[in-house]
């Protein structure tokens, strides 16, 4: 240990992201480095992809990317604004 520091180089093997130990490729949503361990295989149309574990509890099994997570978080306020202005609408009546 005469001042070595770890380097990331692209010859050595990737570590996995969520246990330390070589990873086998990236996560397909996150494209974190992944082993064979931590991730699950799902499918995304006709191909098989690997996603994390972290990504599997998120999300499910499919392949939604964040932003559609992230969407469906700004919709449901639109959609509940919309209920409580047609309401106050129908009272004012
Ligand atoms: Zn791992
Ligand atoms: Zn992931």
Redo the contacts with the bound molecule.
Sequence with gaps: MAGQLQRVSDDGPVPC?LCGAEAAGP??????P?CGDC?VLTEGGSKLWA??T???ARGGRSLAPGWAIVLSWIALPIVVLAVVVVALAWRSR
Excluded at 27 to 32: D, N, Q, S, T, V
Aim: glycine share 0%; net charge positive; proline share 0%.
């Design positions: 992201a996560c397909a949503r996150c494209r974190k992944v991730c996603i994390c972290t990504c599997d």
